[in-house]
């Protein structure tokens, strides 16, 4: 009998773990995207209350996302090319290097917020701020230098089962019946706009496509049906735990976050539990996507400048551009050491200023998509030009009204 079970759960380990090795860069991307700023911003919009609003434009941007990540694997499996190769090659080597810079500073900004969240979560658990600093930033950096993607994908993928700490988070609020019907309730008023803005930037940035179209051109993608199945996966966990974290949002407290560490607020709220769970959530959520996020920004600028590219599965923290990768999380650790930063802000603005370019990152992406001589048997469809012209719009509108707002 001891033999049977043994058999047995060995069995079930290695099916687990070939599930993990199964998952792909669509599945990191996704999961990524559910950064600690984000995670900030989603706690932030939930505790605003509104949730009808909130709830329902994560849905319905889980098709937009789809639509917009299964365009950029069709791109990146008609060319097997990087990305900025491809629009240096349409609209030229200018544009391309423009476009990485200002993506660049943009990642930039989301990686501030990473580290905050990463720092929150270790001040929470009594490591001083500075020193929780460095060890972030350490960890970080020692995953990043790894020298091919496909081990770090790995080894994310496999540390990304630390974000369902926000499910039991959750779970042990017990809200009463008037905090569900206040969280429910909420009327439209002048901050859902640029709430939504947020969100939707948190939903689908341009730095996923980036990821999407490297990961097919280092090997990482056998296939359109395989890549399709992956980010189907991922958008479902992404919209998943988003809901999760906007919940808690809305029913841990009758207040909006407040304060340089939105954790000690959960606390205040919530219980020390909850806010023990989130804060696990919250780190891994931070250390994920500071991982894959630099990872696609080193990319990028190392395809838009440089004329020799590395091997394929090479990580692009190799070569002469790692002095960029390692500065580049130094100078958005540092930050981080400020004193007065207003972290709410921070990530709700870092999550819309994504948002902000994104009709420019996709009125690119759907210039090449329909080009025959790139695309070949891949060329975008009519009916699928004129859905990523709608979102393109609706991109624009919820700019401009949140703005306006």
């Known amino acids: 009998m001891t033999t049977g079970k043994s058999a047995t759960s060995h069995f079930f380990i290695r099916r687990i773990l070939l599930w993990f090795l199964a998952l792909g860069p669509g599945v990191l991307g996704m999961v990524a995207d559910n950064d600690a700023g984000g995670m900030l911003s989603y706690l932030v919009t939930g505790s605003h209350n509104h949730l009808p609003w909130f709830v329902l434009a994560l849905f319905i941007m889980a098709p937009i996302t789809f639509l917009i990540q299964d365009l950029a694997l069709k791109v990146a499996l008609a060319t097997h090319l990087p990305y900025s190769q491809i629009i240096a090659h349409k609209f030229g080597s200018g544009t391309a290097k423009f476009n990485a810079i200002i993506l660049h500073l943009l990642n ?33 950096l020692a995953v990043t230098l790894f020298r091919h993607v496909r081990q770090m994908e790995h080894l994310l993928l496999m540390l990304a089962v630390a974000n369902l700490a926000f499910i039991p988070a959750l779970f042990l609020l017990h809200p009463s019946i008037h905090t569900w019907h206040k969280a429910l ?3 439209f008023n002048h901050h859902i706009p640029f709430l939504l803005l ?5 939903a689908i940035t341009p730095w996923m496509i980036f990821w999407q179209q490297n990961a097919v051109w280092a090997g990482n993608v056998k296939n359109l049906s395989s890549g399709q199945k992956d980010i189907r996966t991922g958008i479902l966990a992404q919209v998943f735990i988003a809901t999760v974290v906007i919940l808690i949002g809305a029913l841990a407290a009758p207040v909006a976050v407040s ?14 539990t ?16 500071a991982s894959t996020i630099s990872v696609s920004s080193a990319w990028m600028v190392q395809e ?44 709700l603005w870092s999550q819309a200023l994504g948002a902000l370019w994104m009709p420019i990152t996709l009125a690119m992406l759907g210039l090449i998509a329909r080009d025959p001589q790139i695309m070949g048997q891949m060329v975008m ?9 709608s979102v393109i719009s609706l991109f624009v509108g919820l700019a401009v009204f949140s703005l306006v707002s």
């Open 304 to 347: 838009a400048f440089s004329q020799k590219l590395l091997e394929p599965n090479t990580s692009p923290t190799q070569g002469r551009f790692s002095i960029l990768h390692i500065a580049t999380l130094s100078v958005t650790a540092a930050v981080v050491l400020s004193p007065h930063l207003p972290t709410a802000s921070l990530a």
């Open 259 to 272: 304060g340089r560490n939105p954790l000690l607020w959960l606390q205040h709220y919530g219980g020390t």
């Open 274 to 289: 909850v806010a023990g769970l989130f804060a696990v959530g919250l780190f891994d959520a931070g250390f994920l996507a």
């Open 185 to 187: 309730s909420g009327g």
């Open 108 to 140: 930039m900004m989301i990686l501030i917020t990473e580290f905050i969240g990463m720092t929150s979560a270790l001040d929470f658990w009594g490591v001083p701020w500075n020193r929780g600093l460095i060890a972030s930033f350490l960890v970080v």
């Open 198 to 202: 947020s969100l939707a930037g948190n």
């Open 381 to 389: 469809p009519r009916r699928r030009q004129f859905l990523l012209g």
